[in-house]
């Protein structure tokens, strides 16, 4: 394998892939480690390590080495049992089996795949409270619904033919991906269902996390708060209105992730970074100095454990997708533009989705889709300021709008000058 140079140093490429290895194992290890486990940071990056030179030296060892870390781990369970203060301790045992298999798999080269099960492994250990209050909070209805939706989303995928599928709508021809769609249903039913968990557990502690994080699972719900808010307590005005931008935050946020994630294979909407971008960070740094976010808030959200709501979210894709095909189809750019602006009014998810999926068919250019993401997301934006003009708070109406505005345009502006 050729050496790669670093600095006046030649340093074969197995040797950092091993440096890889044993730092992911150590990256593992740390919760561990400060859960006072029995095996900690040193064990787990050793185990890593194990994995990477196993591999290396090939001859059946891996799976030699599998057996030995499984045995290991069943000792430390063992131990778990005997030990009172201790309880079987099946989590440590599993995660040194990850931890092998991390090893394993940046040695042999695969390098993303290795760091991506270290990150989100570390996550489940981090978030054990989180996710044992979580699922232990769950209704039995809750725990049903998502039982069926994780079903229909692995089921119902496969059988979808695969590819893009032409439909005669009132004469004109368009083409839609099912499979596509169908994921975009389930990604965002997921981010969702993940924030609606952030919600339950910290939405109460900080207006940060109330209006990103519950912005991301309804904006509508965090308005509806937020109006209610204000009603009853005028000194809830600045906090209100960090609240929402915070939900306009998030609301880009996703709407760039879909943008940006479903066009991976092929030409990337890069475009869309720089505008969506702005609008995050626009929206983030006006509340930051707008209210004090330690402020806290409850928020109400409706469970997002719903078969019909992600049927209902699917049917909603496939409408504006076809309708921004017609539109295209029928009355050029313009109509394209005009159907993302108004079904941004009513889902800037949806007129995102239909966006990216003409750009992947080749039907729009990458500007065109970018210009009809950021319409989208104005129009969603407008929505939010709109909502709040109900309010008899007259001062908390004004500043939404105000600095809705502000963002907006501060957007446009940095737009401009980057792409100029």
Do not use: C
Not at 25 to 50: D, I, Y
Not at 330 to 335: H, K, S, V, Y
Not at 352 to 379: C, D, F, M, P
Request: glycine share 12%; charged share 10%.
């Amino acid at each position: 394998m050729d050496p790669v140079q670093i600095g006046q140093l030649r340093v074969d490429e197995q040797v950092l892939r091993i440096a890889l290895a044993g730092a992911l194992g150590l990256f593992l290890g740390l919760e561990r480690e400060w859960s006072h486990k029995a095996a900690g940071v040193r064990t787990f990056s050793l185990v890593s390590l194990l994995g990477a030179v196993f591999v290396i030296v090939g001859r059946g060892l891996p799976i030699l080495g599998g057996v030995l870390v499984i045995v290991l781990g069943a000792l430390l369970a063992v131990r778990g049992i005997l030990e009172e203060d201790e309880g079987l301790s099946l989590t440590t045992s599993v995660s040194m089996l990850v931890a092998y298999g991390v090893g394993m798999l940046v040695v042999d080269g695969f390098l993303v795949e290795g760091v991506s099960v270290a990150v989100v492994s570390s996550l489940l250990l981090v978030l054990k409270r989180e996710l044992h209050s979580f699922a232990w909070g769950l209704s039995r209805e809750e725990l049903r619904s998502a039982t069926e939706f994780a079903i229909l989303a692995f089921v119902v995928y496969p059988l979808l033919p695969p590819g893009s599928v032409p439909v005669d709508v009132g004469g004109l021809s368009v083409s839609f991906e099912p499979r596509v769609i169908w994921l975009m249903v389930v990604t965002v039913a997921g981010i969702g269902i993940v924030n609606y968990v952030i919600v339950l557990g910290y939405g109460g502690r900080g207006i940060a996390v109330t209006g990103f994080f519950g912005g991301l699972a309804s904006s509508t719900a965090v308005v509806g708060t937020m109006l209610d808010h204000v009603s009853q307590r005028q000194a809830a005005t600045s906090y209100a209105v960090a609240a929402i931008l915070l939900a306009d935050a998030a609301m880009a946020l996703r709407n760039l992730v879909i943008a940006v994630a479903f066009t991976l294979q092929g030409t990337p909407l890069w475009e869309a970074v720089v505008p969506l971008g702005a609008v995050i960070l626009g929206s983030v740094g006006i509340a930051a100095v707008t209210a004090d976010w330690s402020e806290s808030v409850d928020l109400e959200l409706e469970s997002p454990f719903s078969m019909r709501n992600a049927l209902g979210f699917g049917v909603l894709f496939l409408v504006v997708v076809l309708a921004g095909a017609v539109a295209k189809g029928l009355f050029g750019t313009t109509g394209f533009y005009l159907t993302a602006l108004l079904s941004g009014l009513v889902s800037s998810a949806g007129a995102t989705t239909s966006a990216v999926l003409l750009y992947r068919g080749g039907t729009i250019s990458a500007s065109t889709a970018v210009l009809a993401v950021l319409l989208a997301t104005a129009a969603s934006i407008v929505v939010k300021a709109g909502l709040t003009a109900a309010s008899p708070n007259r001062r908390f109406a004004r500043q939404v709008a105000v600095w809705s505005g502000a963002m907006l345009a501060g957007s446009v502006v940095v737009t401009l000058l980057v792409l100029a």
